[in-house]
Protein backbone atom coordinates (compact mmCIF):
# COMPACT_ATOMS: atom_id res chain seq x y z
CA UNK A 1 0.00 0.00 0.00
CA UNK A 2 1.37 3.27 -1.32
CA UNK A 3 0.39 6.36 0.90
CA UNK A 4 0.54 9.16 -1.25
CA UNK A 5 -1.03 13.13 -1.35
CA UNK A 6 -4.93 13.13 -1.79
CA UNK A 7 -5.43 14.78 -5.18
CA UNK A 8 -9.28 15.87 -5.02
CA UNK A 9 -12.13 14.27 -6.92
CA UNK A 10 -11.83 12.27 -10.14
CA UNK A 11 -15.25 12.57 -11.15
CA UNK A 12 -16.35 16.56 -12.22
CA UNK A 13 -19.91 15.34 -13.25
CA UNK A 14 -22.67 17.47 -11.24
CA UNK A 15 -25.12 14.81 -9.48
CA UNK A 16 -28.65 15.08 -10.45
CA UNK A 17 -31.26 17.00 -9.21
CA UNK A 18 -32.99 14.70 -6.66
CA UNK A 19 -29.81 13.36 -5.06
CA UNK A 20 -29.05 17.16 -4.75
CA UNK A 21 -32.37 18.21 -2.98
CA UNK A 22 -31.96 14.76 -0.76
CA UNK A 23 -28.57 15.82 0.02
CA UNK A 24 -29.69 19.41 1.26
CA UNK A 25 -32.36 18.13 3.17
CA UNK A 26 -30.18 15.66 5.41
CA UNK A 27 -28.21 18.78 5.71
CA UNK A 28 -30.87 20.65 7.11
CA UNK A 29 -31.36 18.22 9.51
CA UNK A 30 -28.48 18.09 10.39
CA UNK A 31 -27.07 21.42 10.41
CA UNK A 32 -29.88 22.72 13.02
CA UNK A 33 -28.68 20.92 15.60
CA UNK A 34 -25.11 21.95 15.03
CA UNK A 35 -26.17 25.31 15.03
CA UNK A 36 -28.17 24.80 18.03
CA UNK A 37 -24.94 23.17 19.88
CA UNK A 38 -22.36 25.90 18.67
CA UNK A 39 -24.66 28.40 20.02
CA UNK A 40 -24.86 26.98 23.59
CA UNK A 41 -22.30 28.25 26.15
CA UNK A 42 -22.11 24.88 27.27
CA UNK A 43 -20.40 23.67 24.50
CA UNK A 44 -16.36 23.91 25.15
CA UNK A 45 -14.97 26.66 22.27
CA UNK A 46 -12.32 24.20 21.33
CA UNK A 47 -15.34 21.33 20.28
CA UNK A 48 -17.00 24.07 18.46
CA UNK A 49 -14.12 25.60 16.64
CA UNK A 50 -13.22 21.89 15.79
CA UNK A 51 -16.45 21.00 14.16
CA UNK A 52 -16.69 24.34 12.28
CA UNK A 53 -13.68 23.31 10.95
CA UNK A 54 -14.07 19.97 9.59
CA UNK A 55 -17.45 21.53 7.83
CA UNK A 56 -15.57 23.72 6.23
CA UNK A 57 -13.00 21.34 5.38
CA UNK A 58 -15.66 18.71 3.95
CA UNK A 59 -17.28 21.83 1.78
CA UNK A 60 -13.85 22.25 0.49
CA UNK A 61 -12.27 18.49 0.24
CA UNK A 62 -14.70 15.66 1.33
CA UNK A 63 -11.55 13.31 2.17
CA UNK A 64 -9.35 15.79 3.71
CA UNK A 65 -12.68 16.41 6.26
CA UNK A 66 -12.81 12.68 6.47
CA UNK A 67 -9.41 12.23 7.61
CA UNK A 68 -10.08 15.32 10.07
CA UNK A 69 -12.88 13.09 11.46
CA UNK A 70 -11.02 9.75 11.79
CA UNK A 71 -8.50 12.00 13.78
CA UNK A 72 -10.46 13.64 16.10
CA UNK A 73 -13.96 11.60 16.66
CA UNK A 74 -11.47 9.34 19.36
CA UNK A 75 -10.80 12.13 21.46
CA UNK A 76 -13.83 12.14 23.11
CA UNK A 77 -13.70 13.92 27.07
CA UNK A 78 -10.48 15.58 25.56
CA UNK A 79 -13.50 17.38 23.54
CA UNK A 80 -16.29 18.16 25.51
CA UNK A 81 -17.25 16.37 28.63
CA UNK A 82 -20.39 14.23 29.44
CA UNK A 83 -23.37 14.61 28.75
CA UNK A 84 -22.18 16.84 25.49
CA UNK A 85 -21.61 14.23 22.49
CA UNK A 86 -18.12 15.40 21.23
CA UNK A 87 -17.73 12.68 18.68
CA UNK A 88 -21.27 12.67 17.28
CA UNK A 89 -20.80 16.83 17.01
CA UNK A 90 -17.59 16.25 14.52
CA UNK A 91 -19.48 13.66 12.87
CA UNK A 92 -22.21 15.70 12.07
CA UNK A 93 -20.00 18.29 10.77
CA UNK A 94 -18.30 16.38 8.48
CA UNK A 95 -21.60 15.01 6.99
CA UNK A 96 -23.41 17.98 7.21
CA UNK A 97 -20.60 19.30 5.19
CA UNK A 98 -20.32 16.92 3.11
CA UNK A 99 -24.02 16.54 2.03
CA UNK A 100 -23.79 20.47 1.46
CA UNK A 101 -20.65 20.20 -1.24
CA UNK A 102 -23.75 19.43 -3.87
CA UNK A 103 -21.74 20.29 -6.57
CA UNK A 104 -19.71 17.24 -5.98
CA UNK A 105 -21.27 13.69 -6.57
CA UNK A 106 -21.22 11.30 -3.55
CA UNK A 107 -19.49 9.04 -5.94
CA UNK A 108 -21.59 6.05 -5.97
CA UNK A 109 -22.08 4.82 -9.15
CA UNK A 110 -25.45 2.53 -8.33
CA UNK A 111 -26.71 -0.03 -5.71
CA UNK A 112 -23.86 -2.29 -4.41
CA UNK A 113 -24.26 -5.46 -2.16
CA UNK A 114 -22.64 -3.83 0.70
CA UNK A 115 -24.33 -0.77 0.47
CA UNK A 116 -27.85 -3.40 0.66
CA UNK A 117 -26.46 -4.37 3.38
CA UNK A 118 -25.50 -1.38 4.79
CA UNK A 119 -29.69 -0.05 4.70
CA UNK A 120 -30.71 -3.02 6.06
CA UNK A 121 -28.54 -2.92 9.44
CA UNK A 122 -29.98 1.18 9.22
CA UNK A 123 -33.20 0.12 8.71
CA UNK A 124 -33.34 -2.79 11.97
CA UNK A 125 -31.58 0.21 14.18
CA UNK A 126 -34.26 1.99 13.45
CA UNK A 127 -37.22 -0.38 13.99
CA UNK A 128 -35.75 -1.78 16.83
CA UNK A 129 -35.76 2.10 18.45
CA UNK A 130 -39.33 2.53 17.32
CA UNK A 131 -40.39 -1.21 18.96
CA UNK A 132 -38.79 0.27 22.09
CA UNK A 133 -40.29 3.62 21.78
CA UNK A 134 -43.81 2.48 21.65
CA UNK A 135 -43.61 0.47 24.50
CA UNK A 136 -42.07 3.53 26.81
CA UNK A 137 -45.37 4.71 25.13
CA UNK A 138 -48.24 3.05 26.58
CA UNK A 139 -51.57 4.96 27.55
CA UNK A 140 -50.73 7.29 24.39
CA UNK A 141 -53.31 8.13 22.25
CA UNK A 142 -52.61 6.42 18.69
CA UNK A 143 -53.01 10.08 16.92
CA UNK A 144 -50.13 11.82 18.56
CA UNK A 145 -48.01 8.77 18.52
CA UNK A 146 -45.82 10.06 15.15
CA UNK A 147 -45.27 13.84 17.29
CA UNK A 148 -44.37 11.15 20.28
CA UNK A 149 -41.45 9.63 18.52
CA UNK A 150 -39.99 12.45 16.59
CA UNK A 151 -40.37 14.56 20.44
CA UNK A 152 -37.64 12.05 21.38
CA UNK A 153 -34.96 13.04 19.08
CA UNK A 154 -34.53 16.09 20.75
CA UNK A 155 -32.40 19.56 19.11
CA UNK A 156 -30.21 19.67 21.95
CA UNK A 157 -29.07 16.27 21.54
CA UNK A 158 -25.16 17.06 20.75
CA UNK A 159 -25.51 19.68 24.21
CA UNK A 160 -27.07 17.01 26.55
CA UNK A 161 -27.34 14.00 24.65
CA UNK A 162 -30.59 11.71 24.59
CA UNK A 163 -32.59 11.20 28.04
CA UNK A 164 -33.59 7.92 26.65
CA UNK A 165 -30.71 5.22 26.27
CA UNK A 166 -32.42 3.53 23.08
CA UNK A 167 -32.76 6.78 21.66
CA UNK A 168 -28.60 7.60 22.27
CA UNK A 169 -27.73 4.54 20.84
CA UNK A 170 -29.77 5.18 17.71
CA UNK A 171 -28.40 8.22 17.03
CA UNK A 172 -24.88 7.19 18.00
CA UNK A 173 -24.85 4.42 15.56
CA UNK A 174 -26.74 5.82 12.82
CA UNK A 175 -23.84 8.48 12.70
CA UNK A 176 -21.36 5.74 12.54
CA UNK A 177 -23.37 4.30 9.74
CA UNK A 178 -23.02 7.85 8.47
CA UNK A 179 -19.58 7.66 8.65
CA UNK A 180 -19.39 4.12 6.99
CA UNK A 181 -20.85 5.33 3.94
CA UNK A 182 -19.17 8.52 3.47
CA UNK A 183 -16.02 6.59 3.65
CA UNK A 184 -16.90 4.21 0.98
CA UNK A 185 -18.18 6.05 -1.37
CA UNK A 186 -15.80 8.66 -1.18
CA UNK A 187 -12.74 6.07 -1.59
CA UNK A 188 -14.61 5.21 -4.63
CA UNK A 189 -13.70 8.63 -6.12
CA UNK A 190 -10.59 9.08 -4.06
CA UNK A 191 -8.36 5.89 -4.48
CA UNK A 192 -5.81 6.85 -1.53
CA UNK A 193 -8.26 7.61 1.18
CA UNK A 194 -8.58 4.51 2.52
CA UNK A 195 -4.73 4.39 3.46
CA UNK A 196 -5.02 7.57 5.04
CA UNK A 197 -7.69 7.08 7.53
CA UNK A 198 -5.57 3.84 8.22
CA UNK A 199 -2.99 6.24 8.81
CA UNK A 200 -4.74 8.72 10.91
CA UNK A 201 -6.78 6.12 12.86
CA UNK A 202 -3.31 3.87 14.01
CA UNK A 203 -1.57 7.80 14.58
CA UNK A 204 -4.65 9.30 16.98
CA UNK A 205 -5.41 5.93 19.05
CA UNK A 206 -1.24 6.04 19.70
CA UNK A 207 -1.27 9.81 21.15
CA UNK A 208 -4.35 8.71 23.00
CA UNK A 209 -2.27 5.91 24.56
CA UNK A 210 0.27 8.38 25.25
CA UNK A 211 -2.21 10.75 26.95
CA UNK A 212 -4.02 8.16 28.66
CA UNK A 213 -0.60 6.69 30.18
CA UNK A 214 0.38 9.78 31.30
CA UNK A 215 -3.13 10.71 32.77
CA UNK A 216 -2.70 7.61 34.96
CA UNK A 217 0.68 8.42 36.06
CA UNK A 218 -0.26 11.93 37.07
CA UNK A 219 -2.59 10.54 38.89
CA UNK A 220 -0.26 8.17 41.04
CA UNK A 221 2.05 11.15 41.49
CA UNK A 222 -0.84 13.27 42.83
CA UNK A 223 -1.80 10.58 44.90
CA UNK A 224 -1.42 10.83 49.12
CA UNK A 225 -1.08 6.95 49.04
CA UNK A 226 0.97 6.00 45.81
CA UNK A 227 1.19 2.22 46.03
CA UNK A 228 -2.71 1.53 46.98
CA UNK A 229 -3.46 4.12 44.06
CA UNK A 230 -0.95 1.86 41.91
CA UNK A 231 -3.10 -1.70 43.69
CA UNK A 232 -6.38 -0.34 42.16
CA UNK A 233 -5.08 -1.84 38.57
CA UNK A 234 -4.03 -4.56 40.02
CA UNK A 235 -6.97 -5.44 41.67
CA UNK A 236 -9.16 -4.62 38.18
CA UNK A 237 -9.91 -1.05 38.25
CA UNK A 238 -10.29 0.04 35.08
CA UNK A 239 -8.89 3.81 33.26
CA UNK A 240 -9.58 4.94 30.22
CA UNK A 241 -9.47 8.87 29.71
CA UNK A 242 -11.03 9.86 26.56
CA UNK A 243 -14.31 7.22 26.58
CA UNK A 244 -16.88 6.96 29.62
CA UNK A 245 -17.42 3.54 28.28
CA UNK A 246 -14.40 1.36 29.11
CA UNK A 247 -15.29 -1.08 26.66
CA UNK A 248 -15.48 0.83 23.57
CA UNK A 249 -12.02 2.66 25.23
CA UNK A 250 -10.76 -1.03 25.10
CA UNK A 251 -12.10 -1.54 21.18
CA UNK A 252 -11.10 1.56 19.97
CA UNK A 253 -7.48 0.68 20.83
CA UNK A 254 -8.02 -2.85 19.08
CA UNK A 255 -9.42 -1.87 16.27
CA UNK A 256 -6.37 0.68 16.04
CA UNK A 257 -4.01 -2.00 16.43
CA UNK A 258 -5.14 -4.51 14.12
CA UNK A 259 -5.47 -1.45 11.25
CA UNK A 260 -1.31 -0.98 12.55
CA UNK A 261 -0.94 -4.68 12.31
CA UNK A 262 -2.30 -4.35 8.62
CA UNK A 263 0.35 -1.24 8.41
CA UNK A 264 3.07 -3.59 9.21
CA UNK A 265 2.74 -5.47 6.23
CA UNK A 266 4.23 -2.70 4.32
CA UNK A 267 8.42 -2.68 5.08
CA UNK A 268 8.15 1.31 5.14
CA UNK A 269 5.48 1.53 8.08
CA UNK A 270 6.67 -1.90 9.66
CA UNK A 271 8.47 0.08 12.63
CA UNK A 272 6.41 3.07 13.35
CA UNK A 273 3.57 0.37 13.23
CA UNK A 274 4.85 -1.36 15.98
CA UNK A 275 6.04 1.29 18.00
CA UNK A 276 2.04 2.28 17.66
CA UNK A 277 0.86 -0.60 19.59
CA UNK A 278 3.64 -0.51 22.13
CA UNK A 279 2.00 2.76 22.70
CA UNK A 280 -1.30 1.36 22.92
CA UNK A 281 -0.99 -1.46 24.58
CA UNK A 282 -0.97 -0.25 28.26
CA UNK A 283 -4.06 1.94 27.37
CA UNK A 284 -5.80 -1.09 26.37
CA UNK A 285 -5.00 -3.28 29.64
CA UNK A 286 -6.04 -0.49 31.81
CA UNK A 287 -9.22 -0.29 30.11
CA UNK A 288 -9.98 -3.52 31.51
CA UNK A 289 -11.89 -4.26 28.51
CA UNK A 290 -12.05 -8.41 28.30
CA UNK A 291 -14.31 -8.04 25.38
CA UNK A 292 -11.97 -6.15 23.33
CA UNK A 293 -8.79 -8.42 23.98
CA UNK A 294 -11.10 -11.40 23.13
CA UNK A 295 -11.73 -9.65 20.08
CA UNK A 296 -7.96 -8.94 19.57
CA UNK A 297 -7.29 -12.15 19.81
CA UNK A 298 -9.97 -13.77 17.57
CA UNK A 299 -9.01 -11.55 14.90
CA UNK A 300 -5.71 -11.07 15.38
CA UNK A 301 -5.51 -15.24 14.56
CA UNK A 302 -7.38 -14.76 11.90
CA UNK A 303 -5.88 -12.04 10.26
CA UNK A 304 -2.44 -13.82 11.11
Same mark, same amino acid.
Given at each position: ????????????????? &??????????? *???????????????????????????????????? /????? #????????? &??????????? %??????????????????????????????? =????????? *?????????????????? !?????????????????????????????????? /??????????????? %??? #?????????? *??????????????????? !?????????? !???? &??? =?????????? /????????????????????????? &????????????????? *???????
Amino acid at each position: MTIAPLNGDTRPARPPV &LEVAARLGLAA *VLAWPLALAWLAPELPAVLTLSAILVLLLALWRPAV /ALVAT #TALVPAGLL &LADAPASAAET %IAWAFLCGWLLAARRPLGMPGPTRLGAWTAL =YAACLSVSW *VRLALVSAHGVDASVLPL !YLLRALTPDHLIFSSPEPETWNLLHALTGVGLFV /AALTLSRVERRLPGW %IAV #TLVASASVLG *VLTLAGAIGGWNASDDPWR !YLSRFISGSR !YSLH &LTD =YNAAGSSYVL /AGLTAVGLARVARWRVVAGAAVVLM &LPALVMSGSRSAALGAI *VVGALAL
